[in-house]
């Protein structure tokens, strides 16, 4: 995004590719020492949070070309755990070897900012003043717009994540969610065949999800 091919192939001296992963693999938990930021490749990866008793709190999904790991580098140990929910290769970018590389080339530094300001700023779908069907219209449709900036079809989704851990990110109960994906399926606004998901009337979910995604 506006680095020219000089900058970018010092960007590119500082990648590592690793991986695979396979499902339930972690990439790094919560405690490790920060020491990079991580670009998905492939795959879908989840990052959670576990409590002392076990209890899980999903807080995100992360697709090819999202980075994980920006939420480290303030405490300078990863607040969370990042985990493959199925095959996944990613990108390593040592960050005090970036965050060098960004002090000489503004272009890197405003796109490093850019990411941060955006993981910042992402839209609340836990929102406890929505509706269960306003949050998993938003949720759909902001996998979709997703999905379409890499490239992939927005109205034909693979849902790497359960239906807990769907429900868990919007913090709902399991069977909730299932209703409501029947539900939508019985009104025509998603087509669900397991974890393949095609949007239906595009504009009739946006008016489900109302403006809990500008929230």
């Known amino acids: 995004r506006g680095v020219d091919k000089i900058a970018l192939g010092e960007l590119h ?7 695979p992963w396979r499902a339930g693999d972690s990439i790094f938990r919560t405690g490790d020492r920060f020491g990079a930021i991580f670009a998905v490749r492939s795959g879908t990866v989840k990052t959670r949070q576990v409590d002392l008793e076990g209890r899980e709190l999903v807080l995100g999904f992360h697709l090819p070309g999202e980075l994980i790991g920006l939420n480290a580098i303030h405490t300078e140990t990863y607040p969370c755990d990042a985990v493959a929910l199925d095959t996944v290769e990613v990108c390593r970018f040592s960050f005090p070897a970036l965050a060098t590389l960004a002090t000489r080339i503004p272009q890197i530094q405003q796109e490093l900012f850019r990411r941060l300001s955006k993981d910042i700023g992402e839209a609340n779908l836990r929102n406890q003043e929505a509706n269960a069907d306003e949050r998993l219209a938003a949720f ?11 490239g992939f079809p927005p109205d034909s989704l ?6 807990s851990d769907i429900a868990n ?3 709902l109960a399991a069977e909730t969610v299932s209703r409501v994906l029947r539900r939508f399926q019985d009104t ?12 239906g ?4 979910l946006e008016d489900v999800a109302g403006d809990l995604l500008h929230r």
């Not at 025509?188 to 949007?199: A, H, I, P, Q, S």
């Not at 009337?201 to 009739?204: D, E, M, Y």
């Open 169 to 171: 990110y919007l913090g």
């Open 201 to 204: 009337k595009g504009a009739a």
């Open 13 to 19: 001296c500082l990648v590592e590719h690793i991986g």
């Open 188 to 199: 025509g606004l998603l087509e669900v065949d397991g974890r393949d998901v095609k949007l």
């Open 158 to 163: 693979h849902l790497a994540m359960s239906r």
């Open 140 to 150: 759909v449709l902001n996998l979709s717009a997703r999905y379409e900036a890499r």
